[in-house]
């Protein structure tokens, strides 16, 4: 059974063949399916979780500056100043100024803020996953990817849409490369899930296009936030950081999102949530910059600046740590465009390896999901 497959068998009876995306097949995977599946009731989202747990690549993101733990207080920052080089004609020019953690997300919010928004019949993203995983017995990585698009519509009433293609998995470094060839240059990898019987079977070969859709969850529910939401509940959210907090925290139950979940605090549990809200929820630019603004009101995130993710793009990242089950601790990271405020990738960094993590060095990029298209369209999906 390929790992598709097997994600399917293992999700909960009441979600019906509702399509999966690649944050939903991060999140089973990942936590779900060590798990028993007779009589499991877990609490799932209508359609797909907000947080970015999706499968990812090997050497996904390279950090290079130190994070820097975030202060309290604090206040709007002035414009960064960035490093001239000294010329014959040119006096010194001081560095590049370092900014604190807060300022560097006030100054992402307040730059959110400002984007424009356009108009739509539809919300469209398309993403790139990638995971990193051990071979079974092999005693080297592959990593994973899959391209994946959705279509929300705007108006309840009508029907989800998504499709998406497994493009394959591949050694995930040279090291690797030489490890598979050594192995005989298999055209399928054996995954083992710790607490489950067997190995997951991965193709090396890209995958067919698989378009799904289904009507909305309840006529109107169109994402997970906590808990199930409505369009206009999003297009509603508070625009004040603290108000944005209140009201996420009223699905707060002092655990994960999993209804059998391990106690999680309040802090990892919005940043989790939150994510969604920066890089590919269908919230107003204002309300963006406010779920800015209440990051940098966490005591517990950090943030560095110059990473790369998966695309080889350069941004800032905010992050957080969280200890899972199978003793594992990850960083569940954010990276975005400081500029425009815009998302570029979730990615859960190792911290200290365990479970499914078991085998993978720290600082290895488990899983990431590369936001490349989130906004507004009128045209409808392509059947």
Same mark, same amino acid.
């Given at each position: 059974?390929?790992?598709? $497959?097997?994600?399917?068998?293992? !999700?909960?009876?009441?979600?019906? #063949? !509702?399509?999966? $995306?690649?944050?939903?097949?991060?999140?089973?995977? @990942?936590?779900?399916?060590?798990?028993?599946?007779?009589?499991?009731?877990?609490?799932?989202?209508?359609?797909?979780? /907000?947080?970015? *747990?999706?499968? /990812?690549?090997?050497?996904?993101?390279?950090?290079?500056?130190?994070?820097?733990?975030?202060?309290?207080?604090?206040?709007?920052?002035?414009?960064?100043?960035?490093?001239?080089?000294?010329?014959?004609?040119?006096?010194?020019?001081?560095?590049?100024?370092?900014?604190? %953690?807060?300022?560097?997300?006030? @100054?992402?919010?307040? +730059?959110?803020?400002?984007?424009?928004?356009?108009?739509?019949?539809?919300?469209?993203?398309?993403?790139?996953?990638?995971?990193?995983?051990?071979? %079974?017995?092999?005693?080297?990585?592959?990593?994973?990817?899959?391209?994946?698009?959705?279509?929300?519509?705007?108006?309840?009433?009508?029907?989800?849409?998504?499709?998406?293609?497994?493009?394959?998995?591949?050694?995930?470094?040279?090291?690797?490369?030489?490890?598979?060839?050594?192995?005989?240059?298999? @055209?399928?990898?054996?995954?083992?899930?710790?607490?489950?019987?067997?190995?997951?079977?991965?193709?090396?070969?890209?995958?067919?296009?698989?378009? #799904?859709?289904?009507?909305?969850?309840?006529?109107?529910?169109?994402?997970?936030?906590?808990?199930?939401?409505?369009?206009?509940?999003?297009?509603?959210?508070? $625009?004040?950081?603290?108000? *944005?907090?209140?009201?996420?925290? !009223?699905?707060?139950?002092?655990?994960?999102?999993? &209804? #059998?979940?391990?106690?999680?605090?309040?802090?990892?549990?919005?940043?989790?949530? &939150?994510?969604?809200?920066?890089? #590919?929820?269908?919230?107003?630019?204002?309300?963006?910059?406010?779920?800015?603004?209440?990051?940098?009101?966490?005591?517990?995130?950090?943030?560095?600046?110059?990473?790369?993710?998966?695309?080889?793009?350069?941004?800032?990242?905010? &992050?957080?740590?969280?200890?899972?089950?199978?003793?594992?601790?990850?960083?569940?990271?954010?990276?975005?465009?400081?500029?425009?405020?815009?998302?570029? @990738? +979730?990615?859960?960094?190792?911290?200290?390896?365990?479970?499914?993590?078991?085998?993978?060095?720290?600082?290895?990029?488990? +899983?990431?999901? %590369?936001?490349?298209?989130?906004?507004?369209?009128? /045209?409808?999906?392509?059947?």
């Amino acid at each position: 059974m390929n790992p598709i $497959d097997e994600l399917r068998a293992a !999700r909960p009876a009441h979600l019906g #063949d !509702r399509p999966v $995306d690649e944050r939903t097949r991060a999140a089973e995977l @990942a936590y779900a399916m060590s798990r028993p599946r007779q009589g499991e009731r877990r609490r799932r989202p209508a359609f797909r979780p /907000a947080w970015g *747990l999706a499968l /990812a690549g090997a050497a996904a993101a390279a950090v290079t500056a130190a994070a820097v733990v975030l202060p309290g207080g604090g206040v709007t920052p002035p414009p960064r100043t960035p490093a001239v080089a000294e010329t014959e004609n040119a006096p010194p020019v001081a560095e590049k100024t370092h900014l604190s %953690a807060r300022e560097v997300l006030l @100054a992402a919010a307040a +730059n959110a803020g400002r984007q424009a928004e356009t108009e739509g019949d539809w919300w469209h993203t398309a993403t790139v996953t990638r995971t990193l995983f051990t071979v %079974a017995g092999g005693g080297y990585q592959v990593e994973s990817r899959s391209r994946d698009e959705m279509w929300t519509p705007r108006a309840p009433g009508g029907e989800q849409w998504s499709r998406g293609r497994s493009l394959g998995a591949a050694p995930a470094t040279e090291t690797d490369q030489r490890a598979w060839e050594a192995a005989g240059s298999p @055209a399928e990898f054996e995954i083992k899930v710790p607490g489950k019987r067997g190995a997951l079977t991965m193709p090396a070969a890209p995958g067919k296009v698989r378009t #799904d859709h289904s009507p909305l969850v309840d006529g109107d529910k169109v994402f997970w936030l906590g808990r199930n939401v409505t369009m206009k509940d999003l297009r509603g959210l508070p $625009d004040e950081p603290e108000a *944005l907090r209140a009201w996420l925290l !009223r699905s707060y139950e002092g655990h994960d999102t999993e &209804s #059998d979940g391990v106690p999680m605090a309040s802090d990892v549990w919005l940043f989790k949530v &939150s994510a969604g809200l920066i890089t #590919d929820m269908p919230v107003t630019p204002k309300v963006r910059g406010a779920a800015f603004r209440m990051l940098a009101g966490l005591d517990t995130v950090e943030v560095a600046e110059d990473v790369t993710d998966a695309e080889g793009r350069t941004g800032t990242a905010v &992050s957080i740590e969280e200890r899972i089950k199978g003793g594992a601790v990850l960083r569940n990271r954010l990276v975005f465009d400081e500029a425009t405020g815009r998302g570029l @990738a +979730n990615e859960n960094v190792v911290v200290k390896p365990g479970g499914l993590q078991a085998g993978l060095e720290p600082g290895s990029v488990f +899983n990431s999901v %590369a936001v490349l298209e989130a906004g507004w369209t009128s /045209a409808a999906p392509r059947r």
